[in-house]
């Protein structure tokens, strides 16, 4: 399983990115895919995941509202669309996946639940 993700940028207080995880060896709808995110000596934090076929986006309390994940079921890609940024929101982003959705399911904000990692894509607002 290969998950490459794009669209990290540098973004002024208050813009607006999309980011993107092109995954190859793993179907987008059979188990959970999504994003985290991780500053140096902080651990790893979900931030918005798709989850049974994508019917079921889950977004941490930091980016509701702000954030909206979709999928492409076709592409088996999956889209973070995040507007209104914030300096806080300045981070590694990183995609996964995992397609036991008995396991990821439970608790999909979980990051310890995914097996497939990206290499993460960098966003800095200021």
């Known amino acids: 399983v290969q998950l490459v993700e794009s669209g990290g940028a540098a973004v002024q207080n208050g813009g607006s990115l999309t980011l993107s995880c092109a995954s190859s060896?793993?179907?987008?709808?059979?188990?959970?895919m999504g994003w985290f995110r991780q500053n140096p000596g902080k651990e790893r934090e979900g931030i918005a995941v798709?989850?049974?076929?994508?019917?079921?986006?889950l977004y941490a309390d930091s980016v509701k509202g702000r954030f909206t994940i979709t999928q492409d079921n076709a592409e088996n890609t999956v889209y973070l669309q995040m507007n209104n940024l914030k300096p806080e929101d300045t981070s590694m982003y990183y995609c996964?996946?995992?397609?036991?959705?008995?396991?990821?399911?439970?608790?999909?904000?979980?990051?310890?639940?995914?097996?497939?990692w990206g290499q993460g894509t960098q966003v800095t607002v200021s």
């Open positions: 798709v989850y049974g076929g994508g019917g079921f986006p």
């Open positions: 996964a996946a995992d397609s036991r959705l008995w396991l990821c399911a439970g608790s999909p904000l979980d990051s310890s639940r995914y097996d497939h």
């Open positions: 060896g793993y179907t987008a709808n059979t188990g959970c």
